[in-house]
């Protein structure tokens, strides 16, 4: 298994060959990600129906944002870390699931935690994340947009687009290419300083939010256990 330090140092240029999404109604599903094709996978689970009026209520009291970078040991405190725990229990229980979940698969000693919510896409463009993987979940509102691979054309990524959207960009050949997460879906993207994955981190984006409504994020980032995130400061912005 490899080790989150070791897929921080990329040691290949080579070209990568072709990647896949794997989907499953199991959490077993998430392990795929340490397949050489895989460059996401996504545990399908129902929608956090029991969380869904707390994710309500914390949206309509105004929260914005939370972040924070967690030991181990600090995971298993979660409940004194996260703002209301004690009015937001069920939700607090399931960010705890899913950041215990992460670190254990991928052996890490810290975790990068965010907690946002929007009231329209902050990454409307497609683009990779330039970290080794990142756990992605919506709450609430629509989920992540991604294209497979074979629909991408990379030379027109970010700059090299030359179009403000990506509807005049010719990244993908239509609109039908884009696939969207359901609300409630874990998924693992993989990224670009994944070792081997070089060239062929997960195209996403954020979904449009449509007016008067909320969307409420999770992501899971590596840390160090000195509590610095593996995503830069250019990247904090990545996957929303």
Known sequence: MKTALQMETPSTTTEPGPRRAVFDSAPEILTEIYQNDVNMAVWQRPSPGSAIPETQLLT???FGNYRSTLSVTDLHNLERKLPNHAVYAMLS??????????SCLFELQGVGLRITALTQ????KFHVDRVPCRLITTY???GTQWLPQHCVDRSRLGPGSGKPNDAESRLHPSAQATQTLAPGDVALLKGESWEGNEGAGLVHRS??????RHRLLLTLDFASPSGQSSRTRDQSRAER
């Open 207 to 212: 979904p449009t939010v449509e007016p008067n």
């Open 60 to 62: 309509e009291k105004g």
């Open 93 to 102: 229980a399931d960010i705890l699931l899913l950041a215990d979940m992460f």
């Open 140 to 142: 609430m509102g629509t």
């Open 121 to 124: 896409a902050m990454c409307p």
